[in-house]
């Protein structure tokens, strides 16, 4: 299988023998959006991590939730990782704190910290018995099982580490184990170190490759199956493959619109995948992993599929909240629900109001009885959400919180621009932190940004 997760809220699955999606994704269960996800050794698992302060445990065989782990302070949760026997789950949060959990139990074993700075990457050796974390902060830190702080790599990337990864083989063992970890970051290198552990408990990383085949702030790294080959993922909205042994740029893939913002190989077929906020997935074959000296022959297919957001034609060019009832009963048509399009006109639904029907909605106001007919109608109302209702639009427009298309955008104590519902409903729940700094909100005041609301109705009927 391929998971991808998004700031949609939401998780889907796909098969990799034809990349058609499984049968009970999307998975919906975080209530913003999902920043990381991660399948266990055995495949059954897929743990993902949210702003909504939760590590949620799915089951790939049914799609249902198995446990909701919730992160101590409830910070954002921006990364998790699995250990390499699935012993072992690790979640990393916007104020620094690490979560260790014991996986077969669901129970939290221990908790770390690194102060005044957001956890945002993590990797697991392939022994299994340590854990690197990357920050915002620039420092690459390796803990044990204990949360003890083995070695701190201070200033790795400028302005800050945005992933990293270990290869997924031990180079040497014997009386010291040998180690191949990959990072990058905002100062768009990628870099290739060796960490070593020996008997007597000494670290030390060590500085092989510093690559920078990227003009931006590279994003994402993942390394293959044999530890050969390494790909990242940069702003500059392109794809690199390294020879992870030599340093050399291999392949430059540039199909992407936007920033590519995560990659990852497949640990049984020579495929990798990678996706960005184009709000596609691109999956690459390789057609030989060559040595080095083959290098300049690599092949890589361009993308030979694609996992994109199904463009509506005709109304779904303007907003959703902007159709008219004449646009919501050609989407009903379109979804196979016209049985429902009396009903509708009848009840006066244009766009605005179909964003807000709700299960109860479609029951007591609108009589609909069939409890099948509710659940499409559901379903297919939570797949326009997440895929028509922000198409193409600017980040800037789209809340920090909710990613959807401000409405009433205000400005919070953080200096950043929030829908007014979102922050309000945030600082009631999450103890007047913000968002984006995870620092606490010197006051609840609100100002209404009523430039940004000026400039999303000057693009909104630009559209």
């Known amino acids: 299988m391929l998971a991808t997760c998004s700031a949609d809220k939401t998780l889907r699955l796909y098969h990799t023998l034809d990349f058609s999606e499984v049968s009970y994704s999307p998975l919906s269960g975080h209530g913003y959006g999902v920043h990381c996800c991660c399948f266990s050794a055995c495949g059954q698992y897929l743990a993902s991590c949210s702003t909504d302060g939760s590590t949620i445990v799915w089951s790939t065989v049914t799609g249902e939730i198995e446990a909701v782990l919730e992160q101590p302070g409830r910070s954002p949760v921006r990364v998790c990782a699995f250990s390499p026997d ?13 979560a260790l959990w014991n996986f077969p139990t669901k129970t939290l074993v221990r908790m770390g910290a690194v102060n005044e700075t957001t956890i945002v990457a993590c990797s697991f050796t392939p022994c299994g018995q340590m854990f690197m974390t990357g920050s915002t902060y620039g420092d690459l830190r390796l803990w044990d099982l204990n949360m003890n702080q083995l070695h701190t790599e201070k200033n790795t990337h400028d302005l800050g580490v945005t992933c990293c990864c270990f290869a997924p083989k031990i180079l040497s063992g014997g009386d010291v184990l040998q180690f191949r970890l990959a990072s990058c970051g905002q100062d768009s290198t990628l870099k290739i170190w060796t960490v070593s ?74 495929l990798f995948a990678t996706g960005s906020m184009d709000k596609t997935v691109n999956i690459w074959r390789v057609e030989d992993q060559c040595s080095s000296n083959e290098s ?19 109304h779904s060019r303007l907003l959703v909240s902007d159709w008219s009832e004449e646009d919501v009963g050609a ?49 297919k109302l939570e797949e326009l959400r997440a895929g ?17 298309l401000m409405v009433d955008p205000v400005i919070a104590a953080d200096g950043y621009s929030y829908e007014r519902e979102a922050i309000q409903s945030w600082i009631a729940t999450k103890n007047r932190s913000s968002p984006m700094t995870n620092l606490p909100l010197q006051t609840t005041l609100l100002t209404p940004n009523r430039t940004l609301k000026m400039a999303i109705g000057r693009w909104k009927t630009s559209q």
């Open 86 to 98: 699935s012993t072992h789950l690790v979640s990393g949060a916007s104020d620094g704190t690490l």
């Open 197 to 270: 552990r020996s008997n007597q408990g000494s670290c030390k990383m060590h500085l092989i490759h510093s690559l920078t085949g990227q003009a931006a702030p590279v994003l994402s790294c993942a390394f293959s199956s044999d530890g050969q080959l390494l790909v990242s993922g940069s702003v500059d909205k392109t794809v690199t493959v390294y020879d992870a042994s030599q340093g050399a740029l291999l392949y430059t893939l540039n199909q992407h619109k936007r920033y590519v913002t995560a990659c990852a190989f497949s640990p049984t077929a020579p």
């Open 296 to 314: 300049k022959h690599f092949p890589v297919e361009t993308a030979t599929s694609s996992c994109r957001a199904r463009e509506l034609p005709g």
């Open 331 to 379: 989407w009903l048509c379109e979804e196979g629900l016209e049985v429902l399009g009396e009903t509708f006109k009848a009840n006066n639904i244009d766009g605005a109001e179909l964003l807000r029907l709700t299960k109860e909605t479609l029951c007591s106001e609108l009589n609909i009885g069939s409890v099948g007919l509710r659940s499409k109608v559901l379903r």
């Open 388 to 404: 028509c209702v922000c198409t193409g639009a600017p980040d800037e427009f789209l809340c920090p919180i909710t990613r959807e």
